[in-house]
């Protein structure tokens, strides 16, 4: 059974940092692309970071450059994002998501809420 676990969200002050953490099962992570993505509330989902399978090439939203890095460690699979400098217009639910299987597995997503 394919898993996607989120965690590490919560509320942060403007400026502050969070990681957060999509622990993976059920598939050959490994072998697989990964991606951040999140929705706002009333708007829709948009692709933050994603990362290749081995890690080496990664890409990210203007909206998130130079604040935010997707890494990922394999022998634990596990993917995270580092999350730097956040901003209100960060506050979403954040959600994870794999290439396995066309992309249909999602976690269940994580709440970010940015905010003093």
């Known amino acids: 059974q394919v898993q996607l676990v989120e965690s590490g969200g919560g509320l942060v002050q403007p400026g502050g940092s969070l990681r957060l953490s999509c622990a993976a099962s059920g598939f050959p992570f490994s072998r697989y692309g990964m991606s951040w993505h999140r929705q706002a509330s009333g708007k829709g989902r948009e692709l933050v970071a994603l990362?290749?399978?081995?890690?080496?090439?990664?890409n990210y939203a203007d909206s998130v450059k130079g604040r935010f890095t997707i890494s990922r460690d394999n022998a634990r699979n596990t993917m995270y994002l580092q999350m730097n400098n956040l901003k209100p217009d960060d506050t979403a639910v954040y959600y994870c998501n794999s290439d396995f299987d066309s992309g249909q597995y999602w976690g269940q997503g994580i709440q970010v809420t940015v905010s003093s």
């Open positions: 990362i290749s399978a081995a890690g080496g090439t990664t």
